[in-house]
């Protein structure tokens, strides 16, 4: 079975512009998560879809956007970059939400690099 | 809302030697716990999780766990590190009523030398 794919590995952008990163979960998971890690902030959780819908968020400014579709591949997009956007994104998918402690596979994420 | 403390940013240690890495958590509700596995340019892996029953936890390439609810710490532990355990190690906690968000601790750098 194949992994969680992130496209692309990596980017580099300037600041102003805008981005969108695409994540492709494991067949038949409907759950996809997305998480920034830098050194300075470690991994922070942006936000969890599940069957297309927003089922949870982190503390990240509005600039920061997902969606998901209907074959449960999911993109965020991050407007308007700075630098600070700078960082490692990373994607995960499973195959529930909610409570339970369910597995989380990552992706290899994607370097985003703001100049 | 659920936190994680990593205190030990990086653990050198030799080969063949045993090695701890230190969690400890902070919640107000019951949670589930996660370690995690970064190599180089990689995503994260997991190693082994606690949902609930015994509070010794085993996984994968010989890790394992101990859940203190007293303490409120989860410590990986290994008995014989290889130099191939060289990665970040990340703790993670995870409340276990509603929908909840995975919390991650700040990582701990594994440093194994010959």
């Known amino acids: 079975k194949a992994g969680v794919t992130q496209t692309p590995r990596y980017l580099i952008k300037t600041r102003g512009q805008q981005v969108t990163l695409s994540c492709s979960p494991i067949?038949?998971?409907?759950?996809v998560s997305w998480y920034q890690q830098t050194p300075g902030q470690g991994l922070q959780f942006l936000f969890e879809?599940?069957?297309?819908?927003?089922?949870n968020k982190g503390n990240f400014p509005g600039r920061f956007s997902g969606r998901q579709f209907s074959n449960s591949r999911s993109e965020m997009n991050v407007s308007t970059l700075e630098l600070g956007d700078s960082a490692l994104y990373l994607c995960?998918?499973?195959?529930?939400?909610?409570?339970?402690?369910?597995?989380?596979?990552f992706g290899p994420g994607t370097r985003l690099t703001v100049t | 809302a659920q936190s994680v403390t990593q205190l030990d940013s990086q653990v050198p240690v030799f080969e063949e030697a045993p090695v701890e890495l230190r969690c400890n958590y902070s919640?107000?509700?019951?949670?589930?716990l996660f370690w995690y596995v970064q190599y180089p340019n990689q995503g994260l892996q997991l190693l082994l999780k606690?949902?609930?029953?015994?509070?010794l936890v085993k996984g994968i390439n010989g890790f394992e766990a101990e859940f203190n609810k007293s303490q409120t710490s989860f410590h990986l532990r290994k008995p014989s590190v290889h130099i191939s355990d060289t990665a970040e190690y990340f703790c993670a906690v995870k409340g276990n009523t509603g929908f909840q968000k995975l919390v991650f601790g700040t990582g701990t750098r594994l440093l194994v030398s010959p």
């Open positions: 067949s038949g998971h409907r759950s």
């Open positions: 879809y599940f069957s297309e819908t927003q089922r």
């Open positions: 606690y949902l609930s029953g015994s509070t």
């Open positions: 919640s107000s509700v019951s949670v589930y």
């Open positions: 995960a998918s499973s195959s529930t939400i909610g409570t339970g402690g369910y597995e989380q596979y």
